[in-house]
Every structure is written in structure tokens, then in C-alpha cells.
């Protein structure tokens, strides 16, 4: 069975400054998704970014990037130029290519942003 | 375009009763799937629905169960509610199939439940 593992409850960074978050996983399928989704206090959980198996470059949206490491089972994510509405629980996702249709998640990162 | 609804956002109940949660999937999306969150156990799965069909199921007890409708809708039940049942119920949204789009899940503001 698949799994998730975020090591880091919780995270703290400078305003502007940089944060990397950690999600390891355990697979034995070689095509699967993996996500970063944002749960602020309000609760509802937004896709932050997405990442497929078979793509070797790493990817990025705007602030946001991850650094997917397939052979290591590795997929961190960069935040950069942190603000202080990037402070929420991140989750780290893993879903099968095929199969099974459920997505299964890490049990966060809680990071705040300190001014 | 109108996101995933979820109603009631918030409701209390008593034990022994039962509940329905409804969701609204994004316009066009097929699949919808539930979550549990709990602090205790974080983001736990419960089954996914795609064209009326449950495709899969977590590991919950058979008092939970759901249901989708030909518009895509879906709801779900819990009977003989128990003070662990107390969690935010997540619904979440996506095209569904095997395109890389319709891998991505899109998620409701969740269902508040506390039993007591």
C-alpha cells in the first residue's frame, strides 16, 4: 500500500524569505500524480501544485515549485518570497495512475510566516 | 465557475442519529469523493463516486455509505452517529477519467459535524 510521510508538524519563515517542505513517499507503481494542496484557517483545501511521475522537470507555478526526486521518493516544495498569506497546512498528496481512485495524503506541514 | 458546494457548512447532532451531507461538484466534473478530517487522523478517504457508480471505498465502517445522482451530485449518510464521527467531511470534485486533468480533485469548505 501507498503512503505518505511528512516528517515536519510545523515550519516557521521570515516574511520574503524562503521555505522548503518535506514529503516522502513509499510506492511500487512507476505512474502515479503527486500534489501540494494549501488548507488555510478557513479550512478549504486548494490545490497548490501538481506533479506527474513521468515527467523528469520539476514543477513550477509562479512562487511555488517542487523538487521531485522519483528514484529517492522524494517531492519537497519551494516556497519562495513567502507572504503572510502563504501561512496554512500543507498537504502532501499521492494518487495512483491508474487503479485505484483515491488520493492519499501526508498529515501536513503546519507553516507560519512570521513579519 | 462555481466551485464545489457543500451543505450544511455547519450542524450538531446526538448520538445514535443519523446525518446526510449533500455536494455539488464544479459544473462538468463527474467524480466526487469524501474525506474525513480529523485531527487525530488527518485526511482519511472514504469512497469516490464517478457516473452513479462507487468506484472505490476506504476503510469506514458500513455506516457510512453514499450515493451519486445522474447530475453528478452526491451525498453521504452516516447512521447510528458515535462521538468519533465528530470531523470536517470534505467533498471533492474532478472530471474524472484517466486524462491528466481529471486526476486533480477540487475540494468543498466541508461539513462541520459534531455529534454529542
Known amino acids: 500500500a501507498q503512503t505518505v510521510t511528512q516528517s515536519q508538524p510545523e515550519m516557521s519563515v521570515q516574511e520574503a524569505e524562503t521555505v522548503t517542505l518535506s514529503c516522502t513517499y513509499d510506492?511500487?507503481?512507476?505512474?502515479?500524480?503527486l500534489f501540494w494542496y494549501k488548507q488555510p484557517p478557513s479550512r478549504q483545501m486548494i490545490l497548490v501544485i501538481r506533479?506527474?511521475?513521468?515527467?523528469?522537470q520539476n514543477a513550477t507555478e509562479n512562487r511555488f515549485s517542487v523538487n521531485f526526486q522519483k528514484a529517492a521518493k522524494s517531492f519537497s516544495l519551494k516556497i519562495s518570497d513567502s507572504q503572510l498569506g502563504d501561512a496554512a497546512m500543507y498537504f502532501c498528496?499521492?494518487?495512483?495512475?491508474?487503479?485505484?481512485?483515491?488520493?492519499?495524503f501526508g498529515t501536513g506541514t503546519r507553516l507560519k510566516v512570521l513579519a | 465557475k462555481a466551485g464545489v458546494t457543500q451543505t450544511p457548512r455547519y450542524l450538531i447532532k446526538t448520538r445514535g442519529q443519523q446525518v446526510t451531507l449533500s455536494c455539488s461538484p464544479i459544473?462538468?466534473?463527474?467524480?466526487v469523493s469524501w474525506y474525513q478530517q480529523t485531527p487525530g487522523q488527518g485526511l482519511q478517504f472514504l469512497f469516490e463516486y464517478f457516473s452513479e457508480t462507487q468506484r472505490n471505498k476506504g476503510n469506514f465502517p458500513g455506516r457510512f455509505s453514499g450515493r451519486q445522482f445522474s447530475n453528478s451530485r452526491s451525498e453521504m449518510n452516516v447512521s447510528t452517529l458515535e462521538l468519533g464521527d465528530s470531523a470536517l467531511y470534505l467533498c471533492?470534485?474532478?472530471?474524472?477519467?484517466?486524462?491528466?486533468?481529471?486526476?486533480?480533485?477540487?475540494f468543498g469548505e466541508g461539513s462541520w459535524l459534531t455529534v454529542v
Open positions: 510506492t511500487s507503481e512507476s505512474d502515479y500524480y
Open positions: 506533479q506527474e511521475a513521468y515527467k523528469q
Open positions: 471533492a470534485s474532478s472530471i474524472g477519467g484517466g486524462t491528466e486533468s481529471g486526476n486533480t480533485i477540487y
Open positions: 498528496a499521492y494518487r495512483s495512475y491508474s487503479g485505484t481512485y483515491k488520493y492519499i
Open positions: 459544473s462538468g466534473h463527474r467524480s
